[in-house]
């Protein structure tokens, strides 16, 4: 069983600038939420889809987007990208929607935006 | 608006001591809690829950214990190990789709 994994591992930007990550979720897990950890901070809810459809959004901006793939691979994407984006972005995928379902973490995409 | 709280960015203890860290919370919808813990390049791995019906939940060396009249919860390691040392994330969630995680305290245990 292979775990949630995330590309690329750093990535670097300019203002203005577009982006994408990508996640793979853990096999068989239907449900991936997004977070953004901002330097000194938690990680903090962006959206989580399932059965590829948006499911909940925290406090982001519609440049914030996403996609989930039937495979159970997603991506995050970020459009017009400001300094303040500038954050780890962590993926986790769960079994289930409900808020107790245990969620797996990818280890991070580390974006820097100039 | 920070809902969790962890009020302690760092803590400090001496191998085969107890540890114990905290976290307050303001949302009283919250019925789940979750602790956390992250090494470095790795991403968060859950450690320890409780659900808003119990007060106390043990596995192992880890016990967290919650207040609900205080919105206050508890993490505690006995004893502490250097393989414990990380940044322990406490999160809630209220029945819904997403974690509220606090800011995160960062364990360093001495040998």
């Known amino acids: 069983e292979t775990g949630v994994t995330q590309s690329p591992t750093h990535l670097i930007k300019t203002r203005g600038q577009q982006v994408t990550l990508r996640c793979s979720s853990q096999s068989g897990h239907n449900t991936v939420s997004w977070y953004q950890q901002a330097l000194g901070q938690g990680p903090q809810f962006i959206f989580q889809y399932y059965r590829e459809e948006e499911n909940g959004r925290g406090n982001f901006p519609p440049r914030f987007s996403g996609l989930q793939f039937p495979n159970y691979s997603s991506e995050l994407n970020v459009n017009a990208l400001e300094l303040d984006d500038s954050a780890l972005y962590l993926c986790a995928s769960s079994l289930g929607l409900a808020g107790d379902s245990e969620q797996y973490f990818g280890p991070g995409t580390r974006l820097t935006v100039t | 608006d920070q809902q969790v709280k962890q009020n302690s960015p760092s803590l400090s203890v001496q191998e085969g001591r107890i540890s114990i860290l905290n976290c307050d919370y303001t949302?009283?919808?919250?019925?789940?809690f979750l602790w956390y813990k992250k090494y470095p390049a790795e991403g968060p791995t859950f450690l320890i829950s409780?659900?808003?019906?119990?007060d106390k939940n043990e596995d192992g060396r880890f016990t967290v214990f919650l207040n609900k009249s205080a919105k206050h919860l508890s993490l505690h390691i006995v004893p502490s190990q250097p393989g414990d040392s990380a940044v322990y994330f406490c999160?809630?969630?209220?029945?819904?789709?997403?974690?509220?995680f606090g800011a995160g305290t960062t364990v360093t245990v001495r040998a």
């Open positions: 409780i659900s808003s019906i119990k």
């Open positions: 999160a809630a969630s209220s029945n819904d789709y997403k974690l509220s």
């Open positions: 949302n009283s919808m919250f019925d789940y």
